[in-house]
């Protein structure tokens, strides 16, 4: 790092830069709002990364980069953070680390066309992920696919019954229809990123109604990457000129969604709501930008090569490379979380195996333990949790931070016996032999689920 700029400088780069920074330090303050981080245990994530992100926000200095780094690092090792966006916000943290470093007269090259291509590089591993850990047998069946899910959720939950039954709900088409639309948003972006910006920003309303308050307003960081100076430009003339319009339109869609669905959300979380209706206005905005534009102001190709393509974005392609090979860690048996894989029914366990496109033999370990029998002593645990135990799967770090608690409650001896691997195993008194199997380095990073039943299919696994 040069001494001259130094950590808290800041550095000189193109407005671009600036742009991106102090949007990536709004969408980590919007994440740390989310329900896990008001936790006390959260608090050193959030000094970290609000930290960071405050940096950013004010002088876009290497600092906030590091911070913010650490922070989501902090809240993915220790603290369970299975989110997608947390992982995607390290990595970018990462890049623009990587951006800053090194000589400084390359400098502006890395923080300018480096870190953008970095950043959508990142961003479109993220939806191709998404779409292809969704080619499955169990997202296509519609009496058990998370598409399906959502829009019952919808109708459920909501005000929406005389608009739509529920057989109109658990139409095959669903979730053919949304893979498809999520398996072309890379495709839009790498070609025609304004176009593709627009269908993201409307793609994204339903699932933050329905599932993810904070995801879309992450992504927004990385769709800003795609955007050139004839997108930015359009945009700042909407909002001169077209202010009132996005308002109406925006704030009536905002109305409308708070009218028909979830009617009792805004006493629930009304920062949700509040979320919500901010990504109302953002759609209508690009929306209306991509229809009064000049022609080619927001449907022009995406602009990849640089003045120096070498020192500006040999980077980029390695990050998003890791990127894509941790995101396929679950057909490996190696991972789950963080990949892009919630809301997607993938099942990676030994006999529920359903990708359509890896297949199983690619797996490397079976990560989930079967509990077949455990002998709570009368009194020390409900009958029908200890049926609960035996019904669901179970990751060895979550089987042994169940045994601590378990433990803490049950004096006497504690017998179980299930499966691993496919072999048996039993224990005469797991608070004293503890399990038979080695467990993780990292004991509060969440690798894989928790939720999963030993039977298949299983509805919208997540």
Known sequence: MSRRIGWLGRPEADPSYFLYARAYGVATLLRLTLPDATATSWLPVVALQGSG????LWRGAALGWGLAALGAATGILALQDQLTQSAYLFGCAVAALFAHAGS?????ARLGPGLRHAI?????VVYLLAGLHKLNRDFFDPSVSCATAGLAALVGEGQATPLWSEAWVAQRAWPIAFVALELSLPIWLALRPGLGVVLLALFHLPLTIIFAPGFAFTMLTGWLAFLGEPELEALRRTARRHPVLVLAIGGA??????????????GRDPDWVIKEAILWLIATWLVVTAATSRPRAFTGRAVWRSSRPLASTRFAWAAAALFLLHGLTPYLGLGFHRTGAMLSNLRIDRGCHNSLLFPEALRLADPYVVVDRIDFAPGRAD????????ERLWSIA???RAREHWCKKHPEPLAMEGRHEGRAFAVADLCKEGLP??????????RF?????RHCPQRCVH
């Open 383 to 390: 009958p029908a949790y200890a049926a609960t135990v035996t």
């Open 398 to 400: 979550a089987l042994e």
């Open 449 to 453: 689920q928790v939720n999963l039943t």
């Open 253 to 266: 869609g905002a109305a409308l969604s708070r009218a028909l669905f979830f009617p009792g959300r805004w």
């Open 104 to 108: 400084e007269a390359e400098r502006p």
């Open 120 to 124: 959508r590089g990142l961003t479109l």
């Open 437 to 446: 199997f080695a467990t993780p380095w990292f004991a509060g990073m969440r």
């Open 53 to 56: 992100a405050i940096l950013l």
